[in-house]
């Protein structure tokens, strides 16, 4: 968001305790949204482990990773810069 927004600020909270009105604004119209923003990446790797051994586990989500993630240029364009 920040790439897309500059000057942008969001933060996640577990609960918002007297919004403000731009706050309650958005709990209303967008609020539920925030149940899928979890990201979860956990899954059953046993059978892959016993195929081809030990693998690490996959990297962190961070912030270079949802930078690419979203990315609207498209390949061509990112591989130029």
Same mark, same amino acid.
């Given at each position: 968001? !920040? ?45 892959? !482990? ?32």
């Amino acid at each position: 968001m !920040r790439t897309l927004y500059p000057g942008l600020r969001l933060t996640v909270v577990p609960a918002v305790r007297n919004p403000s009105r731009y706050e309650a604004l958005v709990l209303q119209h967008a609020g539920h949204l925030l149940d899928f923003s979890a990201q979860r990446r956990t899954y059953d790797r046993t059978h892959l !482990r016993e195929d081809v051994g030990d693998l690490p586990d996959p990297p962190d989500v961070d912030a270079a990773y949802l930078s690419r993630a979203f990315d609207r240029r498209d390949a061509r364009q990112r591989a130029a810069v």
